[in-house]
Nanobody
Framework: QVQLVESGGGLVQPGGSLRLSCAAS????????MGWYRQAPGKQRELVAA???????NFADYVKGRFTISRDNAKNTVYLQMNSLKAEDTAVYYC???????????????WGQGTQVTVSS
């Protein structure tokens, strides 16, 4: 089994910053793409940012210039640094990772439990 455990969410004022972390653990062979998605009340889950095992990144237009994504491959951990936060960034943020276990031929998509980010004064 593979688990993704997120941390770092919370309440922050507009213009503030938060850093989310997500660590993959368990029976891991290889970790491929990792990323962050978010889901606001009444809306569909959407991609925020993603990063390949080689470090290539992809961002949603609405976070470009404000958020950065990074990873520590030795720790199977991905980070999301969120700066200049806005009220519309309020959502539950989910970690995502594509992981192959040592016994699986194919990789599978795994999700964390989600962490709440609330931007409010």
């Amino acid at each position: 089994q593979v688990q993704l455990v997120e941390s770092g969410g919370g309440l922050v004022q507009p213009g503030g910053s938060l850093r989310l972390s997500c660590a993959a653990s368990g029976y891991i062979g290889s970790v491929y793409d990792m990323g962050w998605y978010r889901q606001a009340p009444g809306k569909q889950r959407e991609l925020v940012a993603a990063i390949t095992s080689g470090g290539s990144t992809n961002f949603a237009d609405y976070v470009k210039g404000r958020f950065t994504i990074s990873r520590d491959n030795a720790k199977n951990t991905v980070y999301l640094q969120m700066n200049s936060l806005k009220a519309e960034d309020t959502a539950v943020y989910y970690c995502n990772a594509i992981v192959r276990t040592p016994v699986d031929e194919n990789p599978y998509n795994y999700w964390g439990q989600g962490t709440q980010v609330t931007v409010s004064s």
